[in-house]
């Protein structure tokens, strides 16, 4: 059994979003998103893999395709294959996100 603490890749950068691999295998991705201030990441979509959105701290404004919605810690949404995802950090306090795929982007 392989385990990480979460809270071991939560790292901030003061010029852009944060990414650290949580896990990646053949049949999945995953990673943690961190961004503060006006920071974002996307837009970014995989033409084969869905995607969890998953908010562990903040509150963020996401855009999956063409839908827009604030989702604040606990939130989670579902990203359909092919459809662009956003992620802008939308606190005054930072923000930490996991970002699951299945199957791994290309």
Request: glycine letters at 6%; charged letters at 25%.
């Amino acid at each position: 059994m392989k385990s990480r603490r979460v809270t071991d890749l939560v790292h901030f950068d003061e010029e852009q979003a944060r990414t650290e691999v949580l896990y990646e295998t053949d049949r999945l991705f995953s990673q943690v998103v961190c961004v503060q201030g006006s920071q974002g990441l996307g837009p970014m979509s995989d033409p084969d893999a869905e995607g969890l959105v998953v908010v562990l701290a903040g509150e963020v404004a996401a855009q999956i395709g063409r839908t827009r919605a604030r989702l604040r810690q606990w939130d989670s949404a579902l990203v359909p294959p092919g459809e662009a995802l956003t992620l802008r950090n939308a606190s005054a306090e930072p923000s930490v996100v996991l970002l699951v795929l299945a199957p791994p982007p290309a």
